[in-house]
């Protein structure tokens, strides 16, 4: 069999764990042959790839980011592309094609599944907002991060008795906000699947000073928003791929909260430190169990399917049901954390 793989979409801790469980399943057990496209999508319309055996993928079960390189990609330029992806796939005889990639890849992927190409996805995203898997590869590896950054963001603030607002990572979905916020015991969180009131958060921070406390950390998904009219708030634009350009929740809330407290405020942005480095052993495992998977369902002929946690068992969905809806923080979480607003 010949096995074409590709990153796509922003990175994420565990992209190369997966690569590199392919190479190996693919070639030394199967006796397949392995290429990974350049860049993501583009690297298969442009026909930019390079051969993966098993030197190739030595050594990067643990170094974060994709050795193969992402990008995004235009929805348009892809539907734009389906023949020449088909001709590239052609033209180079493969049998199955393994995307791995968050809610856009795996849309692209479900588009040229449907027109006939072997697809078989692998859903990553640090957001963990992919609905059909109970978790993604990344997430583990960012809470992490966020964690880390939020025990030490006390200490300061506490000296300085001020209000820190940290916005992390998760633009539909307030999981990395929720787990970090909770695993460090933050004070306030804010998530986008509920627009949070600005008196109640006010009230929230002040009652914890007046209780004679030095401090407070509130965590800021980067995609929530304040209930419609409570504040001024800059809602930001759209970029070319259609993806909300935020302008920035914790600088704003740092400046109504600080106005409206008469306590000093800073917003701390931890943005793209949640996607770098290694992954947790956690993410090595998951991301190497997906590649394994998506081999598996490749020489079954399992197209237009994808890779899913259910449970302790990895399970393939289809990527149609996969792209239906994200995954949303249920209700029933908030309580359970005692701080989300
Ligand atoms: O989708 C993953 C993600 O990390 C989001 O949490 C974040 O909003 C976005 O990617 C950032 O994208 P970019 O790297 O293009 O700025």
Redesign the pocket.
């Known amino acids: 069999m010949r096995i074409g793989v590709l990153t796509s979409?922003?990175d994420?801790p565990g992209l190369n764990a997966v690569i590199r469980s392919v190479v190996h399943r693919a070639v030394a057990d199967h006796g397949d042959e392995v290429i990974g496209f350049r860049d993501g999508w583009k690297g298969l319309l442009e026909c930019d790839y390079l051969k993966l055996d098993l030197d190739a993928v030595g050594g990067i079960l643990a170094r974060g980011g994709t050795i193969l390189g992402s990008s995004?990609v235009r929805p348009e330029h892809l539907r734009d592309g389906v023949e020449r992806a088909r001709g590239h796939v052609a033209e180079l005889g493969l049998d199955a094609i393994i995307p791995i990639g968050?809610e856009g890849t795996l849309k692209a992927a479900r588009l040229l599944s449907d027109n006939g190409l072997p697809i078989v996805g692998v859903p990553k995203?640090?957001?963990n907002d992919i609905a059909v898997t109970d978790v993604t590869f990344g997430f583990d590896t960012a809470v992490g991060v966020a964690t880390e950054a939020l025990d030490r963001l006390k200490t300061t603030a506490e000296s300085h008795q001020r209000v820190l607002i940290v916005e992390v990572?998760?633009?539909h979905t307030g999981w990395i906000a929720l787990h970090s916020g909770m695993a460090a015991g933050a004070h306030a969180i804010v998530v986008p699947e509920r627009p949070f009131d600005i008196d109640e958060l006010t009230a929230r921070v002040g009652e914890r000073f007046e209780a004679g406390k030095r401090f407070a950390i509130v965590v800021a998904a980067?995609g929530a928003k304040p209930k419609p009219g409570s504040m001024a708030f800059d809602e930001g634009g759209k970029d070319i791929y259609g993806?909300e350009r935020f302008a920035g929740i914790a600088r704003q809330l740092s400046v109504e909260l600080e106005r409206r407290l008469d306590k000093e405020a800073r917003p701390v942005i931890l943005g793209?430190v949640?996607?770098g480095g290694t992954p947790t052993a956690y993410d090595r495992v998951l991301a190497t169990r997906f590649g394994w998977h998506a081999v598996e369902a490749a020489h079954r002929g399992e197209f237009g399917m994808m890779t899913a946690l259910r449970g302790t068992d990895i399970v393939m969905v289809s990527l149609a049901e996969a792209v239906e809806s994200l995954k949303t923080v249920p209700e029933s979480r908030y309580a359970e954390a005692e701080c989300v607003l």
């Open positions: 979409g922003g994420c995004r968050g995203t640090i957001d990572m998760g633009r980067e993806h793209h949640q996607r």
